[in-house]
Protein backbone atom coordinates (compact mmCIF):
# COMPACT_ATOMS: atom_id res chain seq x y z
CA UNK A 1 0.00 0.00 0.00
CA UNK A 2 1.35 3.45 -1.01
CA UNK A 3 1.73 6.01 1.88
CA UNK A 4 -1.22 7.97 1.80
CA UNK A 5 -0.65 11.70 1.23
CA UNK A 6 -4.01 13.90 1.43
CA UNK A 7 -6.84 13.63 4.02
CA UNK A 8 -8.63 12.08 1.30
CA UNK A 9 -6.12 8.82 0.78
CA UNK A 10 -6.12 8.51 4.48
CA UNK A 11 -9.95 8.35 4.91
CA UNK A 12 -10.27 5.61 2.28
CA UNK A 13 -6.89 4.43 4.16
CA UNK A 14 -8.50 4.22 7.41
CA UNK A 15 -12.03 2.47 5.67
CA UNK A 16 -10.22 0.02 3.60
CA UNK A 17 -7.94 -1.27 6.89
CA UNK A 18 -11.34 -1.77 8.60
CA UNK A 19 -12.68 -4.22 5.81
CA UNK A 20 -9.30 -5.97 4.74
CA UNK A 21 -7.81 -6.43 7.99
CA UNK A 22 -9.70 -5.14 11.02
CA UNK A 23 -12.60 -7.39 10.27
CA UNK A 24 -10.68 -10.42 10.18
CA UNK A 25 -8.86 -9.77 13.58
CA UNK A 26 -11.70 -12.07 15.07
CA UNK A 27 -12.32 -15.32 16.18
CA UNK A 28 -14.32 -16.44 13.78
CA UNK A 29 -11.55 -17.96 11.38
CA UNK A 30 -9.86 -19.80 14.76
CA UNK A 31 -13.33 -21.45 15.67
CA UNK A 32 -13.58 -23.23 12.11
CA UNK A 33 -9.63 -23.54 11.50
CA UNK A 34 -8.64 -25.13 15.25
CA UNK A 35 -11.52 -25.20 16.81
CA UNK A 36 -10.49 -22.86 19.77
CA UNK A 37 -12.51 -19.96 21.08
CA UNK A 38 -8.78 -18.61 21.56
CA UNK A 39 -5.92 -19.90 23.75
CA UNK A 40 -6.21 -17.89 26.93
CA UNK A 41 -7.51 -19.07 30.39
CA UNK A 42 -10.44 -17.24 31.07
CA UNK A 43 -11.82 -18.97 27.35
CA UNK A 44 -11.73 -22.96 27.83
CA UNK A 45 -15.56 -22.69 28.83
CA UNK A 46 -16.18 -20.95 24.94
CA UNK A 47 -13.30 -23.86 24.05
CA UNK A 48 -14.61 -26.77 25.60
CA UNK A 49 -18.56 -25.79 23.95
CA UNK A 50 -16.95 -25.55 20.54
CA UNK A 51 -15.09 -28.71 21.05
CA UNK A 52 -18.19 -30.78 21.09
CA UNK A 53 -20.34 -28.86 17.79
CA UNK A 54 -19.58 -30.57 14.71
CA UNK A 55 -18.04 -28.93 11.71
CA UNK A 56 -21.09 -27.44 10.32
CA UNK A 57 -22.11 -26.23 13.45
CA UNK A 58 -18.68 -24.62 13.99
CA UNK A 59 -18.93 -23.16 10.26
CA UNK A 60 -22.44 -21.57 11.15
CA UNK A 61 -20.57 -19.92 14.64
CA UNK A 62 -17.79 -18.54 12.50
CA UNK A 63 -20.43 -16.86 10.22
CA UNK A 64 -22.52 -15.11 13.36
CA UNK A 65 -18.70 -14.45 15.21
CA UNK A 66 -18.23 -12.56 12.22
CA UNK A 67 -21.23 -10.72 11.39
CA UNK A 68 -21.17 -9.81 15.22
CA UNK A 69 -17.61 -8.57 14.55
CA UNK A 70 -18.91 -6.62 11.26
CA UNK A 71 -21.90 -4.94 13.14
CA UNK A 72 -19.39 -3.64 15.87
CA UNK A 73 -17.19 -2.66 13.49
CA UNK A 74 -20.86 -0.83 12.04
CA UNK A 75 -22.34 0.68 14.97
CA UNK A 76 -18.99 2.06 15.77
CA UNK A 77 -18.63 4.28 12.89
CA UNK A 78 -22.31 4.99 12.65
CA UNK A 79 -22.13 6.39 16.35
CA UNK A 80 -18.82 8.61 14.77
CA UNK A 81 -20.59 9.51 12.45
CA UNK A 82 -23.57 10.82 14.41
CA UNK A 83 -21.04 12.63 16.28
CA UNK A 84 -19.61 14.61 12.80
CA UNK A 85 -23.30 15.15 11.95
CA UNK A 86 -25.00 16.00 14.71
CA UNK A 87 -22.31 17.52 17.17
CA UNK A 88 -19.98 19.52 14.91
CA UNK A 89 -16.84 16.54 15.53
CA UNK A 90 -14.37 16.34 12.85
CA UNK A 91 -11.17 14.38 11.62
CA UNK A 92 -8.11 16.19 10.26
CA UNK A 93 -4.83 14.86 8.87
CA UNK A 94 -2.36 16.79 9.18
CA UNK A 95 -4.21 19.79 10.05
CA UNK A 96 -6.63 19.55 7.09
CA UNK A 97 -10.23 18.47 7.38
CA UNK A 98 -10.73 15.30 6.38
CA UNK A 99 -13.78 13.94 3.94
CA UNK A 100 -15.92 11.69 5.32
CA UNK A 101 -19.44 9.97 4.13
CA UNK A 102 -18.16 9.88 0.56
CA UNK A 103 -21.00 7.42 -0.38
CA UNK A 104 -23.22 9.66 1.32
CA UNK A 105 -24.79 7.25 4.43
CA UNK A 106 -22.04 7.56 6.77
CA UNK A 107 -18.61 6.32 7.34
CA UNK A 108 -20.76 3.03 8.52
CA UNK A 109 -22.44 3.50 4.77
CA UNK A 110 -18.53 3.71 2.99
CA UNK A 111 -17.41 0.19 5.31
CA UNK A 112 -20.58 -1.59 3.81
CA UNK A 113 -20.08 -0.25 0.46
CA UNK A 114 -16.55 -1.34 0.40
CA UNK A 115 -16.97 -4.66 2.40
CA UNK A 116 -19.34 -5.48 -0.36
CA UNK A 117 -16.84 -4.84 -2.97
CA UNK A 118 -17.96 -1.76 -4.47
CA UNK A 119 -15.91 0.70 -5.70
CA UNK A 120 -14.80 4.42 -4.21
CA UNK A 121 -17.22 6.95 -5.62
CA UNK A 122 -15.78 9.07 -8.06
Keep these: MTEPRTALDVYKAIIDE ?18 LFSKAPAHRKFNKFIAALSPAQRQLLSEMLQEERDGAIHDLLAV ?19 PVDLGGMGLHGDYVARRDGEQWPS
Excluded at 18 to 35: I, T
Design 80 to 98: LSWWIDCRDVGLTYQGNPM
Design 18 to 35: LVNKVRQYGSSSHVVESG
